[in-house]
């Protein structure tokens, strides 16, 4: 596909549709020409009630951006592949890993193209640790320790009907932490569940699922785990990944992978980063507008969310 302006619609205008949009304004060869939303909302957009209905009257978009609620991104992400055009779904892309494969399989079949929101990849942060470890500066990874202490609370799930259920949510792993997981799989390469055991403290009366978890993972010859709550007292704590090496220690913290808290690598002076910014979509963006125009493969394209998904179905299941 080679062309200038590419059009585009949003499906679910909340709070993360909204930032896309105003993303975009800031994007010259993207142009928003239409809002879908099944409840009532403000745009100066013409707004359809569905992508059916969108894509009767504007027949010339070239990509959906699907910003629903997490359990309708299979459902409504197969109806724009079937159309024939190109969509980005918010994360998590499903709820399934066969769900991801049908939808990468109908996508190769209409010679479209399915990408993520994986942005947080784009951060400066992690990108200099990426190429830290790329580049072999930090020797073997012997350790990997990921905490994440967040604070949801029952007022937070009274305030919108999709969070906290199964079938809409889908758990902690996909809503709260799906970014750290994805995270770990692109600075490690893979992971292999080795225990997991979760509970629900606090929420048993808001929500379907655990709001808390710890998890032991390996890839290769480096153990990793997790510990993740929603209950931590009053507001959000910590969020940070440690890496343990044998030439280095690093700590990425902030609740957007925003900040290199620790760096104390051989042959390498201190660096202290903390990003000007935690909203990474402009980037992503960038990316897969390129890898359109050019046919090339993007960071975001759901093959590279395959592995997480599958790895939060495997603890779900435990
Ligand atoms: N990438 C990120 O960092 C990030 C951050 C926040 C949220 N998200 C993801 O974005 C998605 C939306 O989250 P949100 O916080 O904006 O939720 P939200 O509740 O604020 O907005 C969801 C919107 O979708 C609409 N909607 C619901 N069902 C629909 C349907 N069947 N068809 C069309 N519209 C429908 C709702 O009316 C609402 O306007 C979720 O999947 C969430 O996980 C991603």
Same mark, same amino acid.
């Given at each position: 596909m080679k062309k200038n302006i590419f059009n585009a619609a949003i499906v679910g205008f909340g709070h993360i549709g909204k930032l896309h949009l105003e993303t975009i304004s800031s994007i010259k060869e993207l142009n928003v020409c239409a809002i879908v939303d099944s409840a009532p909302v403000e745009s100066e957009l013409p707004v359809f009630p569905s992508i059916k209905e969108c894509h009767l009257s504007h027949p010339e978009i070239d990509l959906y951006i699907i910003a629903t609620p997490n359990g309708y991104h299979y459902q409504q992400a197969k109806e724009v592949l079937e159309l024939q055009k190109n969509v980005l779904v918010e994360k998590p892309i499903a709820l399934h890993k066969k769900q991801v494969e049908e939808l990468i399989t109908l996508s190769h079949k209409y010679n479209v193209r399915i990408f993520t929101s994986l942005q947080?990849?784009? =951060?400066?942060?992690?990108?200099?640790?990426?190429?830290l470890c790329e580049k072999n500066l930090l020797g073997q990874l012997y350790l990997v320790s990921v905490e994440c202490f967040w604070n949801r609370n029952t007022a937070?799930?009274?305030?919108?009907?999709?969070?906290?259920?199964?079938?809409?949510?889908?758990?902690?792993?996909?809503?709260?932490?799906?970014?750290?997981?994805?995270?770990?799989?692109?600075?490690?390469?893979?992971?292999?569940?080795?225990?997991?055991?979760?509970?629900?403290?606090?929420?048993?009366?808001?929500?379907?699922?655990?709001?808390?978890?710890?998890?032991?993972?390996? =890839?290769?010859?480096?153990?990793? =785990?997790?510990?993740?709550?929603?209950?931590?007292?009053?507001?959000?704590?910590?969020? =940070?990944?440690?890496?343990?090496?044998?030439?280095?220690?690093?700590?990425?913290?902030?609740?957007?992978?925003?900040?290199?808290?620790?760096?104390?690598?051989?042959?390498?002076?201190?660096?202290?980063?903390?990003?000007?910014?935690?909203?990474?979509?402009?980037?992503?963006?960038?990316?897969?507008?390129?890898?359109?125009?050019?046919n090339i493969p993007s960071i975001a394209d759901a093959e590279n969310t395959m592995d997480v998904i599958e790895f939060i179905e495997k603890i779900m299941k435990e």
């Open positions: 947080l990849r784009f =951060s400066p942060v992690i990108d200099y640790v990426k190429k937070y799930y009274e305030k919108s009907s999709w969070h906290g259920t199964q079938k809409t949510d889908g758990g902690i792993l996909f809503t709260q932490f799906s970014h750290f997981l994805d995270i770990l799989f692109y600075l490690l390469g893979n992971l292999e569940l080795v225990s997991s055991k979760t509970e629900n403290f606090s929420h048993q009366n808001c929500i379907d699922f655990p709001d808390t978890g710890i998890l032991q993972f390996k =890839s290769g010859e480096t153990l990793g =785990s997790m510990v993740y709550t929603i209950s931590t007292y009053e507001k959000n704590f910590e969020s =940070s990944i440690t890496l343990i090496a044998e030439k280095g220690t690093i700590k990425i913290s902030g609740q957007y992978m925003n900040q290199l808290l620790y760096h104390h690598v051989e042959n390498t002076n201190p660096v202290k980063m903390e990003c000007k910014t935690t909203r990474f979509h402009k980037d992503l963006y960038e990316n897969i507008l390129l890898s359109l125009d050019k």
